[in-house]
Nanobody
Framework: VQLQASGGGSAQAGDSLRLSCATSGGTVSGYTMGWFRQAPGKEREFVASIRRNGGHTYYSDSVRGRFLISRDNAKNTVYLQMNSLKPEDAATYYC???????????????????WGQGTQVTVSS
């Protein structure tokens, strides 16, 4: 499965951006999909994830209420709508796919099998 993240760019605090993660070589419907981010000098951190059928979503405390993860299995694409952006949201954002992820592991990068190349988000104050 290949993942291609897009939609990053420059934004000002309070703005919105929507990231997309398109998959090829496999159907996204078979995987739990996640978004992670990594700022320079920091570890990769969990942002959000969504189960295969879209019925369950999970968010980090830092983005809950501002970000929304969704998926369109027919288009093999997962989205991350980012609203009310803050300077601390600036990072490279990665999408990931994993199968058979138990809930206790869903926030850990090691639980995911496939990764996209990342898309950069910058937020100015």
């Amino acid at each position: 499965v290949q993942l291609q993240a897009s939609g990053g760019g420059s934004a000002q605090a309070g703005d919105s951006l929507r990231l997309s993660c398109a998959t090829s070589g496999g159907t996204v419907s078979g995987y739990t999909m996640g978004w992670f981010r990594q700022a320079p000098g920091k570890e990769r951190e969990f942002v959000a994830s969504i189960r295969r059928n879209g019925g369950h979503t999970y968010y980090s405390d830092s983005v809950r209420g501002r970000f929304l993860i969704s998926r369109d299995n027919a288009k093999n694409t997962v989205y991350l709508q980012m609203n009310s952006l803050k300077p601390e949201d600036a990072a490279t954002y990665y999408c990931a796919a994993g199968g058979g992820i138990i809930l206790s592991q869903i926030r850990f990068p090691r639980a995911y099998d496939y990764w996209g190349q990342g898309t950069q988000v910058t937020v100015s104050s």
